[in-house]
């Protein structure tokens, strides 16, 4: 069985609508509020590995928190970029799902969760 932890907000649309695919398909999985609790350093890593040619995808560029730190994110570290994310849940891409501590699927993509989780 596959291990699933789910990073998610309760105000997002999204996130509500992967976490009811979850359900009605019977996956068992974590459920982390990402804003109480963001991922850890080690998933924010896992992250930036799988999404290093587009860093990004990991960023929830269409919300107020990234909007504000008016920062080019290309520009910085992959140090800083981990700090700025564990110091701020809202501006990780969400739902942020990892399967068995080692893939990474962000935001909700049906094909890709069917891919992945069944």
Known sequence: MKRVIF???PKCSTCRKA???LDQNNINY???DIVKEPPSKEFLELA???FSLD???????RGKSYKSIGID???LTKNKIIELLSNDG???KRP???INESKLILGFNESEYIANLK
Not at 55 to 61: L, S, V, W
Request: hydrophobic share 55%; aromatic share 18%; no cysteine.
């Open 48 to 50: 930036l590995i799988q």
């Open 73 to 75: 994110i290309l520009d």
């Open 19 to 21: 976490s009811k695919w």
């Open 7 to 9: 990073y998610s907000y």
């Open 30 to 32: 974590q459920l982390i």
């Open 96 to 98: 942020f799902l990892i």
């Open 90 to 92: 809202k501006l990780i």
């Open 55 to 61: 860093i990004k995808k990991i960023f929830n560029t």
